[in-house]
């Protein structure tokens, strides 16, 4: 099936600031972007809120829904037992409204999505270096020392597969990123490109 909607994938090590960038994009880019919520067994960090930065699930609700083929992908990240998935049917209705649906997943789930959704756009954010990337988790202050140090060992595993994106952006000053983010994505407006996945 075609249709007037995108896929696009950002990923990045946490800390790197790419959900920062994702909420300042879809406030601020003029194209119809949406982000898919994901589901995750992760319990809310202070101010998150349920349908909005994740819906969250119950390591039963996650693991019904996995088995009834609800995600189109989903695994378990930083290996501490919680889930995280994208749901199917969030990414088919933003597709067939012609939404622009922005995945904000790991280099994993990514992959997965790609291989069935080479067309995706795909854009890899990161904060330029490993010791950057320590000092904001830091500053960030929500995580304890054992969840920075497994954080900055997935981030070396994803930074090393940053390869199989088609944009890489340094996140070195939040406006400078969003810039240029919103004009690599325009660059592909008017494109239309087959979906295989709805
Ligand atoms: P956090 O717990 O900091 O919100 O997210 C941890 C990691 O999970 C981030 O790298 C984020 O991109 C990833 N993540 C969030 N949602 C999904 C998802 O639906 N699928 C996958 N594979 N990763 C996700």
């Given at each position: 099936m075609t249709t007037s909607g995108k896929l696009v994938i950002i990923s990045g090590p946490s800390g790197s600031g790419k959900s920062t960038v994702v909420q300042r994009l879809l406030n601020e880019?003029?194209?119809?972007l949406v982000l898919s919520v994901s589901a995750t067994t992760r319990p809310p960090r202070g101010g998150e809120e349920n349908g909005k930065n994740y819906i969250f699930l119950s390591q039963d609700e996650f693991q019904k829904r996995r088995l009834s083929g609800d995600f189109l992908e989903c695994k378990e990240v930083f290996g501490r037992g919680y889930w995280y998935g994208t749901l199917r049917n969030v990414v088919s209705t933003g597709l067939s409204e012609g939404k622009w649906v922005i995945l904000e997943i790991d280099v994993q789930g990514a992959l997965a999505v790609l291989q069935d959704n080479p067309q995706a756009i795909t854009i890899f954010v990161h904060p330029g270096s490993m010791a950057e990337l320590e000092k904001r988790l830091r500053n960030r202050g929500t995580e304890s020392q054992e969840s920075i140090q497994r954080r900055l060992d997935v981030a070396a595993e994803e930074l090393a597969l940053?390869?199989?994106?088609?944009h890489e952006v340094i996140n070195a000053e939040i406006n400078s990123t969003v810039q240029q983010l919103c004009k690599l994505l325009v660059q592909y407006q008017g494109e239309k490109i087959p979906c295989s996945k709805n």
């Open positions: 880019s003029e194209l119809p940053r390869h199989h994106y088609a």
